[in-house]
């Protein structure tokens, strides 16, 4: 089958909870597939070449995705354009069933393939996580208002998961899909055309 990176950044884990996922669908569809968190391996060496399709995911905070994401699609984007691609972004907007929050979430998306000049063959948009129990005293007020305001969830005693997982399993299906596709169409131009016979 095919080789598949999922390249992300996380900044309180939700977007790694979901690429682990992900990561766990296409591997047991029979691709070998490669989870790096991008923020923390800016370092080290991997080849975006050696795969034969790439995933890449992002949280939003503060109305913006990753930095290290950003750069890793800027530096890789000649070869992310000659192989199927994804992205994937987190964001609690994203779990507001109000139709204004719902643009501004896909407003994020515009704004990274804008800056970016990326083009992903497949995109998705998925709910993210409050996880109150790591906040200090200031940062649970702040978020425990903007959840108010986003998704009407006031409260803090516990952590909060807005993920649909199943919605999440449905991507990993149709990515998958898709790169099977891609695969098999490539596979077949590149296969050698049998002689003619005399």
Do not use: N
């Amino acid at each position: 089958m095919a080789s598949i990176l999922v390249a992300y950044g996380t900044g309180e884990g939700q977007t790694a909870k979901i690429a682990e996922r992900i990561v766990a669908a296409l591997q047991t569809r029979g691709h070998a597939t490669d989870g790096v968190d991008v923020g923390a391996r800016l370092g080290g060496a991997f080849d975006v070449g050696d795969y034969d399709a790439v995933l890449v995911g992002a949280s939003i905070h503060g109305g913006r995705h990753q930095s290290a994401v950003r750069r890793f699609v800027e530096t890789h984007r000649d070869a992310l354009s000659t192989r199927p691609t994804g992205f994937f972004q987190v964001c609690l907007t994203a779990a507001s069933p109000d139709e204004e929050r719902q643009a501004e979430a896909a407003g994020y998306v515009d704004e990274f393939v804008e800056t970016t000049e990326w083009r992903p063959d497949r995109i998705a948009i998925f709910g993210g996580a409050l996880r109150y129990s790591s906040y200090g005293f200031l940062k649970r007020a702040l978020l425990k208002r903007v959840a108010r305001d986003i998704v009407g969830d006031t409260d803090t005693t516990e952590d909060v998961e807005y993920t649909d997982w199943d919605e999440v399993d449905r991507f990993a299906a149709d990515f998958a899909a898709f790169v099977e596709e891609r695969v098999r169409i490539d596979a077949t131009k590149t296969k050698p055309q049998e002689a003619d016979g005399d």
